[in-house]
């Protein structure tokens, strides 16, 4: 029903990047990020982002406003949803090719090394990259195409949950569900801290002003506990967060591939890669 989106380099918040809604979220959302995104691109490569929330439940609804989007009969294959599909969400790049992931694998991973030129330059050419070159470096680009869009252990995820995060590294007295108080509480003792169940009444009585106060205030809250939180770690650490916090902010650099025409098909892909296995995770 109403979003923020709160943008800081260093400590500093971006006003003019920043942006909030509460109506019409669904687009809004997916024309605010874009723009974000793309002004955040166009800075260069040196520039490194993160992106975070502060509950995986925040994350669920990002990923599902972009990917029921893309699912929807009105979708048209826009710059902004696909700069927010490649910057955003963890999927494989298969998904958004116009091939099922077994064809892809089969062909690309089993024998990908032995494959002649033409199959190279068909699977580049499906995932919308040049095919010129000689045929190791169409290897190679391909190669990259397929790794490094793909969630990995090793990487840190498109979104990080800071909650997650915070349970991992600290031990916050609480009982049962960590909140947002809990963590600001835990860390600067007692403050007051914009609710969920506030943020909802204000969103669903539409008193917009005091909507847009609140959920800044939250986003600033959200930025707060992350510097509080690597201050308290360096103080226990003598100033060495190198082996406790070995993951660094990385360039934003998002897939730009073609999604699947057919709507069937790509539903099909989504249904395949996204919503199944999300379903069994949850059910393990």
């Avoid at 920043?18 to 959302?29: I, L």
């Avoid at 169940?197 to 707060?224: C, P, V, W």
């Amino acid at each position: 029903m109403a979003f923020e989106i709160t943008v800081f380099h260093g400590n500093v918040l971006d006003s003019e990047l920043s942006a909030q809604s509460s109506e019409n979220v669904e687009d809004n959302f997916i024309f605010s990020l874009s723009r974000i995104l793309s002004s955040i691109i166009s800075k260069g490569p040196a520039v490194r982002t993160q992106l975070y929330c502060f509950s995986p439940e925040d994350i669920s609804a990002i990923n599902e406003i972009i990917v029921y989007k893309a699912l929807s009969d009105s979708f048209q294959d826009s710059e902004e949803l696909r700069i927010c599909i490649g910057a955003v969400v963890d999927i494989p790049l298969v998904l958004l090719t116009s091939l099922t992931p077994e064809l892809l694998e089969n062909a690309l991973y089993r024998s990908w090394t032995k494959a002649p030129r033409h199959q190279l330059e068909r699977h580049l050419s499906d995932l919308s990259l040049s095919t010129t070159g000689t045929v190791n470096e169409l290897r190679d680009r391909l190669q990259q195409a397929m790794t490094s869009g793909n969630p990995s252990p090793r990487k840190l995820p498109k979104i990080v949950c800071l909650h997650q995060t915070m349970q991992k590294l600290l031990a916050i007295p609480s009982t049962g569900y960590t909140t947002l108080q809990d963590c600001a509480n835990g860390l600067f003792g007692h403050c007051l801290i914009p609710g969920d169940d506030e943020i909802y009444s204000l969103a669903k009585g539409n008193q917009e002003d005091m909507l847009k106060i609140k959920l800044r205030a939250r986003g600033m809250t959200i930025h707060r506990i992350i510097t509080g939180l690597r201050e308290l770690l360096a103080t226990h650490c003598q100033g060495n967060l190198s082996r406790l916090l070995p993951n660094e902010g990385q360039p934003l650099s998002p897939a730009y591939p073609q999604l699947c025409r057919d709507l069937n098909l790509r539903k099909l892909i989504f249904l395949h890669e996204v919503i199944i296995p999300e379903f069994h995770l949850m059910a393990v």
